[in-house]
């Protein structure tokens, strides 16, 4: 019932940049926290930054000052803008949303998305 879909991924050089897309669609009530994720060969999938419904921000200390999240609820999109980016943050990276979605007439069920992915890979 609701779907997030991911862009910007591609090839850059170290010390390069790139935009992060996350799209939230179908039925959506509410969006609560919206973060980005991202996830290595042989590792856990790991927190990059997190952005809740009033705006406050979290960051991964690897990419802090690095990184920048950004909401735009009229949209229902994410965006992480990622500068300065080293080797290490090579990775699929992957949208995570969360809020209500509408059952029925007059009840509300909270939701948890997964997006496909999108591959970041730096150069160096």
């Known amino acids: 019932q609701v779907q997030v879909v991911e862009s910007g991924g591609g090839l850059v050089q170290a010390g390069g940049s790139l935009r992060l897309s996350c799209a939230a669609s179908?039925?959506?009530?509410?969006?609560?926290?919206m973060a980005w994720y991202r996830e290595v060969l042989g590792k856990q999938r790991e927190l990059v930054a997190a952005?809740?419904?009033?705006?406050?921000?979290n960051y991964a200390d690897s990419v802090k000052d690095r990184f920048t999240i950004a909401r735009d609820n009229a949209k229902n999109t994410m965006y992480l803008q990622m500068n300065s980016l080293k080797s290490e943050d090579t990775a699929v990276y992957y949208c995570?949303?969360?809020?209500?979605?509408?059952?029925?007439?007059?009840?509300?069920?909270?939701?948890?998305?997964w997006g496909q992915g999108t591959l970041v890979t730096v150069s160096s």
């Open positions: 995570n949303v969360r809020g209500w979605t509408q059952v029925g007439d007059n009840q509300q069920r909270n939701f948890a998305v």
């Open positions: 952005v809740d419904s009033d705006a406050s921000t």
């Open positions: 179908g039925n959506i009530l509410r969006l609560n926290s």
